[in-house]
């Protein structure tokens, strides 16, 4: 079953790190192995994390990723996905289900009508404001990751392109400091719980690792034509997955 489980994280890892969703993999798999519920999402963070970082890495060290950016959007999305955390049984999920296929269906559709941006560089003004639009984006989606989750890394990735003037490859880029920020506040609040099954998340660690390099690598070399894609098929099974749950 660890065997399964490590093979599953490097497919979903690779998934996650290209446009997201790679919790529609693990977290089926993890409750399929039997693990309770809020076992199966504490340990479902305790190895995505490293998926994330994997990928982050990959991105920074290609120079897809905005540092300046970085050093706003991380410290955010770290205290947007704490936040979202505490306020997790304020907000009942079930009515936020249909607000989420919404979002998902126009952000898919944003995403195939909008003309990708030109590569250039913004200056003066426009700089400012990107940055103050990619701060918010960091806060409120992790907020929402800490608290809900579904539909992160395209909420993000789209944001960055309609919002911020990112080309896909260098939004995926961005996208992954965000959510590895999010993953990172996440996993601090189950593992305080205690509902981190350490022996099953550090096994998938591995394959997350390797996931999230390959996946990122993908990214690099696919460009716009396979983030599209990518997003687009993520998106479609998040919305069937939400209805599924709503019905």
Partial sequence: MIVMLTVTALLAGTVDAIAGGGGLITLPALLMAGLPPHVALGT?????VWGSGAAMITFWRAGGIDRKQAAIAFP???LGSAIGAQIVLLIDKDALRPVVIVMLIAAAALLLVKKPPRPQEPTGDR???YLVLA??????????????GPGTGTFLIVGFVALCGKTLPHATADAKVVNFASNLAS?????????VAWEVALPMAGGQ???GVLGARLAIRGGAG???????????ALVVKLLVDLI
């Fill in 226 to 236: 396979l983030i599209r894609i990518m997003v687009l098929v993520v998106s479609g």
């Fill in 127 to 129: 700089v400012r404001r």
């Fill in 44 to 48: 479902n963070k305790g190895q995505s």
């Fill in 76 to 78: 955010l999305g770290l």
């Fill in 187 to 195: 996993l601090a609040a189950f593992s305080i719980a205690g509902t």
């Fill in 135 to 148: 701060a918010l984006l960091a806060f409120v989606i992790g907020a929402y990751d800490g608290f809900f």
């Fill in 209 to 211: 690792l390797l996931g």
